[in-house]
């Protein structure tokens, strides 16, 4: 008797913890009873750079996807937080050390500290001048091994770092800031606010855009993207599952983000206009959510398919409503569209879908002389840019197939200029080389379960009958009970009886929730669901002869 497992979040415990910044709580100088001026406190300032020179490498740097994109140029410093900063005692006995660092111009200043150790109970807040922006806290759990630490963005030309130290650990805390970023494009949400000029190119489309076909996929999957900064430059990536279904924070990117230690990288997740806009010269508004986190390990990479494979060290929310995306391995040509997730030029999430197959094909890429690769000869919606490199390549049932590794295409007015694009070939990184340090296999099938596809966590934490026909082609989703097709459906649903008998069905969502119910009493029933709004949901099928139970997935995709 087939039953539906809820998806939930507790499946995932050990390993999606609390870890990541809290974004929670305010830094103790901001309470009302602090007694302290800002007139006293230590402030570094950063020497002025050749803007210009800059920018005229970023227009040569730009149109090479074989490097990742630059927003910010890095000063090298050694500030110790706590020599170098302002002390205040707190009448509770703890410790307030306050430091601001300030750089002419800058857009925004994210850190990378080069010592970070530190103790249960401290916390780091880095804020703006005026306030308006503020991150944090990071705490203890950011500890790693090499005791380095990167963190995201803070708007604006002055950011204050302010590190609390409770009583009863006073002087057990070590925090070095060995490199500071002076963003000097707009990649951050203030930008947007501000209703400045987005760096992407206007033919992009935001993520919440409805795009037709490939509508439903795209829904689940871009709560696998993440935007991430490296030192001054930026690219994208997905959470990406395995065969134990466990939540590993596995993450894929490209091999050529390669910009500073992994150590020192900050995630942004969910960062989606709610106001989305669709390839126009209208910007897109912000988002509330900042859900961030800091710090990777290094498992796998290689150059022959471009790719890199990480682990997420800072931790993930359970309440971030994250997708860890499925793949497929065997190489076979997609059919009918595929679709790619990014933040191009490090801007707010956007999704382009190509209508066409893509092609196997080998090139020179970046040092690698027989680099495998798909071609994406030209988008039908949307585009890529520099910053949208190491994202996923999806098929059309939402499993990647490839990395974002480089190519032409880029906007020309609303429309893209019609340039081809490459993504590494996920079934080329499966296998490749001899070492767990070159390959994805022994990661993402540690059980060597001998897998070739894979299905993303949300459904495959949901167990249902999901046996496909031989007719493939036809997407049909066969039984001893009954047959559905089409699948996905645009909303009509036609359902095959072959039990003889009187069949019962529950139309339930992803989260378990009964949508509608009925009686399957004819050999051919065709189910209308096109007042359904889009996504993936499970028909529960029951047999009233017998009361067997079958369940299927079904993806309505408008």
Known sequence: MKTIILFAAAI????????????????????????SSKKSISEIKMPSFNLEKIKSEDKVNDSDRSTPYRFGHEFKVNVDIKKDGTLDVLPNGD????????????????????????????TIYLYSDDKTDLLGAYTNVFNRPDQMLGTWMVAGEKVW????????????????????????RSVTDVEIKQKALNDSGDCNVDVDCNIGT?????????????????QGFV?????????????????????????????????????????????????????????????ATRLARNSKSDVKLLRLDGGLGNNWDLEFAGWDRSGRVPTRFTLGIHHPAGDIMKVC??????????????????????????????????????????????????????GFAACSGTNDNGQEDWYGRFDISWNFGNSNSTRLSNWLDPNNTGATTLNSISSNNVKVDDTVSVADQNNELTSDVAVLYPNPTDGVLNIVNNSGSKLTYNLLSITGQEVRKGELTERNTVLDMRSTGSGVYFISITDTSNNKNITKRIVIDK
């Open 161 to 184: 770092i302010e590190y609390r130290e409770p009583k009863d650990v006073v002087g057990q805390g070590d925090i070095n800031l060995g490199r500071v970023i002076h963003g000097y």
């Open 12 to 35: 995932f415990c050990s390993f999606i913890s609390f870890g990541q910044v809290t974004n929670e709580g305010k830094p103790a100088s901001w309470e009302t009873s602090f007694k």
């Open 214 to 230: 490939g509508n439903a996929i795209k829904n689940r999957l871009k709560h696998s993207v993440a935007f991430v900064i490296m």
């Open 95 to 122: 410790h307030i050390y306050r430091i601001a660092i300030y750089s002419e111009g800058a857009k925004t200043l994210n850190f990378v500290f080069n010592r970070y150790n530190v103790p249960t109970g401290a």
């Open 353 to 406: 879908r190509d209508d066409t197959s893509p092609q196997k094909f080998t090139r020179s890429f970046n040092g690698n002389p027989s680099t495998e690769m798909w071609r994406i000869n030209n988008w039908d919606v949307g585009v890529t840019e520099g910053g949208s490199s190491g994202s996923a390549l999806f098929d059309r049932r939402g499993r990647i197939i490839g990395q974002l590794a480089g």
């Open 235 to 295: 690219c994208s990536g997905n959470l990406i599952n395995n065969t134990n279904n466990d939540g590993a924070p596995f993450f894929l990117t490209a091999n050529h983000c390669d910009a500073g230690p992994e150590s020192t990288w900050a995630f942004r997740f969910n960062w989606i206009s709610p106001n989305p806009s669709c390839a126009t010269t209208a910007n897109s508004t912000n988002t509330s959510v900042n859900q961030t986190t800091s710090g």
